[in-house]
């Protein structure tokens, strides 16, 4: 919109720039005229003087605002890119030069299609030259980056002999990119939903047509139901988790937190699910380690974090099966280490894991009771905390995810 009114502002300036300028030609005309035809009167030369001097100061206004509407122009997002009918530019701002690739300096008085390369801008302008008609169409621009953008055409008539037409354009790059990771949410979210609401269905169906004579058997699909109704309660508590989180709705209660404190209290809950699965957990923690943060939530991190690193390890068939979970310095901030031997993961995966419904194996993490959703969590409350989160690992050998904190500074 603001767009729209300084490029309408511009040419208006532009317009009374022009009139004022024809004028003060005719009123030399006019003085000469009188002043060698020696009939002045004294009257005649006064009024004339005195619109001599309006128009003077008319004519600095005009120039002081044609320039004010030039550089709020040249600073705004939007980008624009005023032609004459024969597709000359007669202005441009540096948001349209850089969204449409413009690279040479002077590019008043070119030709647009001698200078832009993108084909869908260029039958974009030469479509409205042609027709003088308001439009407005969404291209596509691929380089110097992709980038969706949004242009306006808008005609305008100056005078008789004087037609130029403004192009608009807006950056909606952020705008589709949000659409489509919102179609991509809802589109996992339905999956992930759908997948135990399908398994729970198919078992309840078969156990409705059973006799119950094989108690075992009914048992295994009872309990199949109960752990897949618990992973879908489990995802839609992530999610409304996450979603808070993101929206800044979550509250963090910081206080001095003792980070051992933290370490101790996971590994006291992990304890009785590692033993079952035959994995050793090990903790080592310098005491007197203290942050600013919210206890419960650094718990939740550090449990997401050895809660997959047991998980993950005990479905390794052989080897060692270890857990480390340690806390220290490192330089100036506050480190917390969950270390593992178990599967790894493949190098060309790390860079996805925290995205939400992320898995390296899909069927692997169902069978733990995965949602895909914790790793996104533990960034997010690591990112409240004012942290960083880096992960190493190799396939086979084993993962270790490190979070770094900064340190309360006391005093
Ligand atoms: P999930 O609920 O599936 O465990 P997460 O967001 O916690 O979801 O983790 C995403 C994926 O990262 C997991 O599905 C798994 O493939 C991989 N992953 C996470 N932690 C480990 C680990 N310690 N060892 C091996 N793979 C892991």
Known sequence: MLAVIAAASLVLALLLYLELVKARRILRDVSHAIADKDVPTIKILGVLKDMKHDLEAKYEEAIHSRENMRIILQNISDGIIILDRSGRILMDNSAAREMVGIKERKSVGEKLVELVDNYEVLSFADKNLKS????????????????????????????????????????????????????????????????????????????????????????????????????????????????????????????????????????RIVKPMAESLGVDVKISCNSGITVNGDFDRLVQAILNLTDNAIKYTSQKEKGEKRVELSCGFADKECILIVKDTGLGIPSDSISKLFDRFYRVDKARSRKVGGTGLGLSIVRMIVKRHGGRIEVSSEKGVGSEFKIFLPILMKG
């Not at 990119?177 to 269905?201: C, G, Q, Y």
């Not at 489990?234 to 933290?262: H, T």
């Open 132 to 267: 003088f008609k308001s439009d407005s169409t969404e291209i596509s621009i691929l380089y110097p980056k992709k980038r969706f953008v949004r242009c306006d055409a808008i005609p305008v008539i100056l005078s008789e002999k004087e037609e130029v037409l403004i192009i608009l354009m807006k950056d909606v790059t952020k705008e589709r990119e949000l659409d489509s990771a919102r179609k991509e949410f809802i589109s996992n979210v339905s999956h992930e939903l759908k997948t135990p609401l399908t398994s729970i269905h198919g078992y309840a169906e078969t156990l409705l047509d059973d006799d119950f004579s094989d108690l075992e058997t009914v048992k295994h699909f009872l309990s199949i139901i109960e752990a897949e109704s618990a992973r879908m309660s489990r995802l839609i508590n992530d999610l409304l988790d996450l979603q808070k989180i993101e929206e800044g709705k979550a509250v963090f209660d910081f206080e001095e937190v003792e980070i051992s404190d933290v370490v101790k209290y996971v590994s």
